[in-house]
């Protein structure tokens, strides 16, 4: 148990819809990481918040956007949904550094019918 | 941009096999190199790391070495067993702020 945990552990949608993601990082850990992991881009960084504040940006579509509250959980919003963002959404977390290793949630299983 | 570059899977082995599962990085900045491991049905899970050149990062019997002239971080086993089946992925960090890349990931299965 990494101690991330990711609500919920499947979804599945209509193409048009909206959803949202949520994750609550390890005790302590003040940065959230998401990550899109599909079979044809593999692991994808999104988005990282630290501290409520966004730090770093990836290869998020404008779709899709991402916070973190006062009690450093995260949800990441997905509208307008597509068939080709179903995918696997992962949420990570750790420290503050780029170079420190990051906790995974088991992930949420998003298809988009 | 920084990227990871793993070999392609699967790699099918037989129990006890030695393993070897090439990954090389781009050289920009001072990253450091990560080995993830994702066993079906759950997320990554750290395996092992290094922090800078030469460093070796090992655990449960799994040993990558941080090789800054040839850029690789090649991970290694002596003995694998069926238990080791799962997905590996190479990470490296740093270099700017886009959070850990991830090479594609080598599927490993091992045979009884």
């Known amino acids: 148990d990494s101690g991330v945990t990711q609500t919920p552990k499947h979804l599945i949608t209509a193409t048009g819809q909206r959803v949202t993601l949520r994750c609550s990082p390890r005790s302590g850990d003040l940065s959230v990481y998401w990550y899109q992991q599909s079979l044809d881009q593999g692991l994808q960084f999104l988005i990282q918040?630290?501290?409520?504040?966004?730090?770093a940006k990836g290869n998020i579509l404008e779709r899709f956007s991402a916070q973190q509250f006062p009690d450093l959980h995260s949800e990441l919003n997905l509208s307008s949904l597509e068939l080709g963002d179903s995918a696997l959404y992962f949420c990570?977390?750790?420290?503050?550094?780029?170079?420190?290793?990051?906790?995974f949630g088991q992930g949420t299983r998003l298809t988009v019918v | 941009g920084n990227s990871v570059t793993q070999m392609e899977g699967p790699v099918t082995l037989s129990e006890e096999a030695f393993l070897t599962i090439n990954c090389t990085y781009t050289a920009t900045g001072y990253p450091s190199l990560f080995w993830y491991v994702q066993y079906p049905g759950e997320g990554l899970q750290l395996l092992l790391k290094a922090t800078k050149a030469d460093d070796k990062g090992s655990n449960k019997g799994f040993e990558a070495t941080y090789r800054k002239e040839t850029t690789s971080f090649h991970l290694e086993k002596g003995s694998v067993q069926v238990s080791d089946s799962a997905v590996y992925f190479c990470a490296r960090s740093g270099g700017g702020a886009d959070g850990l890349t991830f090479g594609k990931g080598t599927h490993l299965i091992i045979q009884p």
């Open positions: 918040y630290y501290n409520g504040e966004e730090r």
């Open positions: 990570a977390s750790g420290g503050a550094a780029m170079n420190t290793e990051a906790f």
